[in-house]
Every structure is written in structure tokens, then in C-alpha cells.
């Protein structure tokens, strides 16, 4: 049970990095972008 937990907690703490990178890339992406144009 604990190791179902555990892989729980990793699993929730890698999406909400992924997130939070995600959230902080695309607006990147975005400008680079529009200054290429």
C-alpha cells in the first residue's frame, strides 16, 4: 500500500512541474515566435 502511495506522490509532483514548466515555456514560445514574423 505504501509503495502505491508513494508512486502516487511522484507521479502528482512530476505533473505539477510539468505544469508549471509548461505554463512558463509557452508564453516563450509564443513571443519568439511573433518576433520571428
Same mark, same amino acid.
Given at each position: 500500500?505504501? =509503495?502505491? *502511495? +508513494?508512486?502516487?506522490? !511522484?507521479? $502528482? $509532483? !512530476?505533473? *505539477?512541474? #510539468? !505544469? #508549471? *514548466?509548461?505554463? $512558463? !515555456?509557452?508564453? =516563450? *514560445? $509564443?513571443?519568439?515566435?511573433? =518576433?520571428? +514574423?
Amino acid at each position: 500500500m505504501k =509503495n502505491v *502511495l +508513494t508512486c502516487a506522490f !511522484i507521479v $502528482k $509532483k !512530476i505533473t *505539477l512541474v #510539468s !505544469i #508549471s *514548466l509548461y505554463q $512558463k !515555456i509557452v508564453p =516563450n *514560445l $509564443k513571443s519568439f515566435g511573433a =518576433n520571428n +514574423t
